[in-house]
Structure formats: structure tokens, C-alpha cells
Nanobody, 127 residues
């Protein structure tokens, strides 16, 4: 069992930067592939970025490549998403997610691949 809690969301102007974090409880974090998803009003929750349990592999949706960076600190049980050059279309609730913590080789990039979810943090980008 992993309990996740996001923090760091807020309001930022277009072109600005923001970092969101996810704190995980439980010993399974270091064995879990982790992901960030987002959901805008009236839209489906969509994949943003993912990182392997070791931190050695990262994946991004095309819309954020070159602007967002996912990272993790297994010693601190924390996941991060650094967001630069933000655009109004990045406005959404951002969620972190963890898989089953079995050191899976395949890193999920869809919602179905994740077992645990945080409550989300709002990111609003004004134009």
C-alpha cells in the first residue's frame, strides 16, 4: 500500500515555472514506477510524465517534452515535476500515481497501469 500526497500547485503566469511534489508513505516507493497525470475541467485525465523505479528512465507526453522534467528521490520517498515555460493549456489538476511496486521493467504511461493515486494539486496558468 502506498499513500500519495501532492503539493506545490498554484497560480503562475504564462511563461513561468512551477514545481509540484508528491510525498509517498510506505516502503514500496523505491520499487514503484511513478507517473504524473493531469485533468482539466471537462476533459479526461491524461498522462504527463513517468519515471522508472530506479529513476533511470523517463517518459513524457509530446505536449510537455522539453518543458517538464520528472525526477525522484528514493531516499526521501518523493517524486517531483518541474514545469517550465508554462502555457494556459497546462492548467489542470495534477495527480501523482504509483504502480504496484514490484520493480516492473515496463513503466506505465496509461491510467490503467497505476494502482495508487494522490488527491491532486491545482495548477493554473494565466495568459
Amino acid at each position: 500500500q502506498v499513500v500519495l500526497r501532492e503539493s506545490g500547485g498554484g497560480l503562475v503566469q504564462a511563461g513561468g515555472s512551477l514545481s509540484v511534489s508528491c510525498a509517498a508513505s510506505g516502503s514500496a516507493f523505491s520499487a514503484s514506477n511513478m507517473g504524473w497525470f493531469r485533468q482539466a475541467p471537462g476533459k479526461e485525465r491524461e498522462f504527463v510524465a513517468a519515471i522508472s523505479w530506479s529513476g533511470g528512465r523517463t517518459y513524457y507526453t509530446d505536449a510537455v517534452k522539453g518543458r517538464f522534467t520528472i525526477s525522484r528521490d528514493n531516499a526521501k520517498n518523493k517524486l517531483y515535476l518541474q514545469m517550465n515555460s508554462l502555457k494556459p493549456e497546462d492548467t489542470a489538476v495534477y495527480y501523482c500515481a504509483a504502480d504496484y511496486g514490484r520493480r516492473e521493467i515496463k513503466v506505465p504511461t496509461t491510467k490503467n497501469g497505476y494502482a495508487y493515486w494522490g488527491q491532486g494539486t491545482q495548477v493554473t496558468v494565466s495568459s
